[in-house]
């Protein structure tokens, strides 16, 4: 009920509507029966052989009424179903808004499938809980408070006769209820595991390919499909059995009221008009009965599709802006760091230790070591993608927790290690956080990456469409349009985290070349495996085991002959080696 409560919030702002609709409903109610009454009193009057303008009347009051009454249920139809669309609108949004605030560590635990599959199907469940559930439910309510009494007054004999089977109808919507939810909630999770199979085959159909796994990966799938379907054949089979049994037991009900009511006409205790009337109210009485299966099976399979909802929902934003934060002066980007240890979790060994560095406005420094040294944790605690320790990351003497996220990381272009491209044109993705971007800049961007002769062999340039992931471009273009999209936003902090590691030395001269122009206005932190890329920094810094074990520049680190110079000495080995 808890969760409930908080799906209830998206109705606050359509609470007009909802009370119009719930009026249109009870209108449409009262209205619709009268008809009964009115048909019944038109029995009593052909049988005592009053004349055919009394019936007239009763006849024409029947159209008006059923007229009414129809206005009354495309209205509430209208209505509610509209405000259903509103709140799946708005929970999609918020659904979505809530997905890019949380951290990269739940990216890592969640797969892309599964929230996608959140995001349609168990949305589209939950949809129902707002509209239709809603409607079908009042309805049924309406109907049932004021046909009682209507029956009550007819007869309470066979009014109590209706209790015999009515008890049963409820445990049978009981039973097969908690059957529904039980097993929509695993259709769904196996649903969710498709849609992660899938989205994980579409992205890396390179590889499916590669290593010719075509049929085994369509043979995977297929075996999937078939359990999803057999999931959903179960849940049939209990709807199918639901359905069947309710009717049985609504028509061992008419049995019940035909037999003692038909001798109660006929002994005169009720005339036929009034056990017309009854039998009327009876069929009306029918449909919300029926449709209480179905509003059982709306709200079983909508709560477990908000249960796995909010179970994203829920959880929290690991790295947010903390009450009290306000903006900072403008960034100019001296960063220093001040006894930085760093653990992805309390029962990890740290992954940084002890790091102590001041890196001044405008410098450019440079970042060497072995895989796995922590080179770029370091480089996603500055934009806080991930979240150091208060006090030990600052940047212009504040900590990074003190700067509202927006204004951080607005100041901060970052190129990581894994380059990911929009399927949009290549413009807008050089362009991407930047509003309003004049083509003038896209190019100067292009040129500054050494991207700007590719671009020209491309048959719409600037305009070429780029597949999902950028996978109509190679890897040192992708890395380029990547270096562009930085410096698109002219940062005080520019991040190239192994930015150039798809390119061959040669291109890399050429782009460092003119993106030194670019460096020297800016603070520059560069990650790299190679010593051509580093050697020009101002400051180079070598991390082992998460320490920085030697700092200098280039010059200073090779006459020490320590672990720079043996990365160097490699290098240049195999240099010669591949030249040979």
Sequence with gaps: MHELRKFARYFRPYKTLLIIGIACILASTVIGLTRPWLIGRSVDILLNDESWRGVTVYALSILGASLVSGTFLFLQRRILIGMSRHVEYDLRQDFYAHLQRLPLSFYQANRTGDLMARATNDLAAVRQLAGPMIMYTLQTVFVVLIILPLMLRISVKLTLLLFVTMPLVSLTVKFFGQQVHVRFEKIQEF??????????????????????????EIAVFNDLNRQYAERNLSLVRIDAAMRPLMQFLIGLGYVLILYVGGRMALDGRMTVGQF??????????????????????LYQRGTASWKRMNAILATEPAIRDESGTHEQPPIRGRIELRHLTFSYSEH??????????????????????????GKSTLMNLIPR???????????????????????????IGYVPQETFLFSERLAENIAFGVEKAERAEVEWAAEIAGLADDVREFPEGFDTLVGERGITLSGGQKQRTAIA????????????DDALSAVDTYTEEKILGRLRGVMRERTSLIVSHRVSTVRDADLICVLDDGRIVEQGTHDELLARGGEYAALHERQLLEEELAAS
């Design 191 to 216: 649903f969710s595991h498709i849609a992660a199979r899938a989205q994980e085959n579409f992205t890396g159909v390179r590889v499916v390919r590669a290593y010719a796994q075509e049929d085994a």
């Design 276 to 297: 017309t009337e009854f039998n009327l109210y009876l069929t009306l009485l029918i449909w919300p009965l029926i449709a209480l299966g179905y509003v059982v099976n």
């Design 348 to 373: 990890l060994p740290p992954v940084l230790r002890d790091i102590n560095l001041t890196i001044e406005a405008g410098q450019t420094v440079a970042f060497v070591g072995r895989t796995g040294t």
């Design 385 to 411: 993608l991930l979240d150091a320790p208060r006090g030990t990351v600052l940047i212009d003497n504040i900590s990074v927790c003190d700067y509202p996220l927006a204004q951080l990381r607005a100041a």
């Design 485 to 496: 999209r930085a410096i698109m936003r002219q940062p005080r902090i520019l991040i190239l």
